[in-house]
């Protein structure tokens, strides 16, 4: 199985420098996902009641997750405006997710290349990743100003190389972790079901939902932490 | 000097380099890559360069892994690699920010609209149910000051008339007693009077006698 991608630009010009080109494949699965992720609240709050029934209930449920989770992370005081963010980042990545898993993409045959959890893109993990890393510099710089360039130096300055390092290791590790991630549990289903269709593959499908799950929950929870510790000041 | 191997700008003739994963269709848009002014810049730097030996062989050797990079990339591009950057990266940064705002709007903001003010209200309800359990303090706080001052009412009275029917009983005692004292002094009186009495008769009887007697024994 490879991943390829569908080159949908032609550069006529003979003085263009480089090439263009875009893996249509996760373009078109992420769209699918954004749709069901619109279709779903503007359904839901057609009819907003006092006592939720059926689907407001559960939405008004998954708002709570977030909330709770985002306030575990940035303290009672902040984190009203960073819901919107970490709750986008929390259902994208897990609808892209369980859509990889759960969706029938085989059904649909492109020339080139295969439909899939947009997730199991790199650009996509290293897209959400880097948002992250200007989400939580962004947010540093806002609420300290300029003294949020002091935590470099925070408990000792010998740590500087380190505490730098560590603003790249973060986008690194979070992109690594979830296109890993969803990649390998594409894969090995993949080959279990070349080689055994039948049942074999069938733990292994409810372990990737398990653990694609797991994976947006730590992704939104750690780009939470991250946001949260640039502004709380002191480690 | 080298020359740096450009790809030829027909897209339909170097589809036989492709090998046949690629799966070249007469639809499939070709890319091309133009190097010409690569090269020149690099001309005049390898000229400026082969004075001097030393630097000739450095640029020599960087040259070479130069050009190889490219063809490397060929490669591995052609193969399908699993980490190629390219512009899905940017166009799923908009999408995101896109689907943020869009969120954002549709459900984060109504449902938590809603269930803000289901809080308030739940709020409001019970500090309203705290205020009349202050109210009922104070009504019994009212009813216990009437229980007491009640009481007291009622023992004063008590204490009234206790004291009054002692007062009574007391007067009557001191009357009966007076009666009686009277009673007795005249009974006493009485006795007297007869005692004077009897003992004047009885002088008079003495008298009487003794006459008699006188008479019997003096015989004249």
Redesign the interface.
């Known amino acids: 199985m490879q991943i390829e991608q569908l080159q949908i630009f032609e550069i006529d010009n003979p003085h263009q420098v480089s090439s263009v080109e875009v893996h249509a494949q996760v373009l078109i699965t992420s769209w699918v996902v954004i749709a069901l992720l619109i279709a779903l609240p503007v359904v839901a709050t057609r009819n907003l009641q006092t006592i939720p029934t059926g689907l407001q209930n559960f939405i008004e449920y998954v708002l709570e997750f977030i909330r709770d989770l985002t306030r575990t992370q940035m303290g009672e005081e902040e984190y009203r405006p960073w819901v919107p963010f970490i709750g986008t980042m929390f259902l994208s990545i897990f609808v892209s997710n369980w859509s990889g898993a759960l969706l029938p993409w085989r059904v649909i045959q492109l020339p080139h290349g295969e439909l899939a959890a947009p997730t199991n893109d790199i650009n996509t993990t290293v897209a959400l990743a880097l948002l992250t890393s200007v989400a939580y510099f962004y947010a540093g710089l806002h609420k300290r100003g300029f003294s949020y360039f002091g935590k470099y130096i925070q408990p000792t300055p010998v740590l500087l190389p380190i505490n730098i390092l560590e603003d790249f290791t973060k986008p690194l590790s979070l992109s690594f972790r979830l296109f890993g991630n969803i990649l390998a549990d594409e894969l090995v289903v993949a080959v279990l079901v070349s080689l055994v269709p039948l049942i074999v593959p069938v733990p292994m499908m409810l372990l990737g939902l398990f653990t694609s799950a797991i994976q947006a929950l730590i992704s939104a929870t750690l780009a939470a932490a991250y946001i949260g510790e640039s502004m709380e000041g002191h480690h | 000097m080298a020359v740096i191997p450009c790809r030829a700008?027909s897209a339909r003739s170097s589809s036989g380099r492709v090998p046949a994963?690629?799966?070249a269709?007469d639809q499939?848009?070709?890319?091309?890559?133009?190097?010409a002014?690569f090269q020149e810049a690099l001309q005049n730097v390898a000229l400026k360069v082969s004075q001097n030996p030393t630097v000739r062989k450095a640029a020599f050797l960087a040259m070479n892994t130069l050009w190889a990079i490219p063809a490397i990339a060929e490669e591995a591009e052609e193969k399908?690699k699993?980490?190629?950057?390219?512009?899905?990266?940017?166009?799923?940064?908009a999408?995101?920010?896109l689907?943020?705002l869009?969120?954002?709007n549709?459900?984060?903001k109504?449902?938590?609209k809603?269930?803000d003010?289901?809080d308030e209200?739940i709020r409001q309800k019970l500090m309203g149910v705290r205020d009349n359990s202050d109210e009922i303090k104070k009504l019994q706080e009212q009813a216990e000051a009437i229980l007491k001052a009640a009481r007291a009412e009622t023992t004063a009275e008590l204490n009234k008339m206790r004291r009054e029917t002692a007062a009574s009983l007391d007067a009557k005692l001191q009357e009966s007693r007076q009666r009686v004292e009277k009673e007795l002094a005249e009974a006493l009186a009485n006795l007297e009077s007869q005692k004077e009495e009897t003992l004047r008769s009885l002088d008079k009887q003495v008298q009487e006698l003794s006459d008699q007697i006188v008479a019997k024994v003096i015989p004249f």
């Not at chain 2, 699993?82 to 940064?93: A, G, K, R, S």
């Open positions: 700008s994963i690629r799966g269709a499939k848009v070709r890319v091309r890559y133009n190097c002014f399908g699993i980490f190629d950057f390219n512009l899905t990266l940017p166009i799923i940064v999408e995101f920010l689907l943020m869009a969120l954002d549709l459900w984060f109504p449902v938590a809603v269930m003010e289901r209200a």
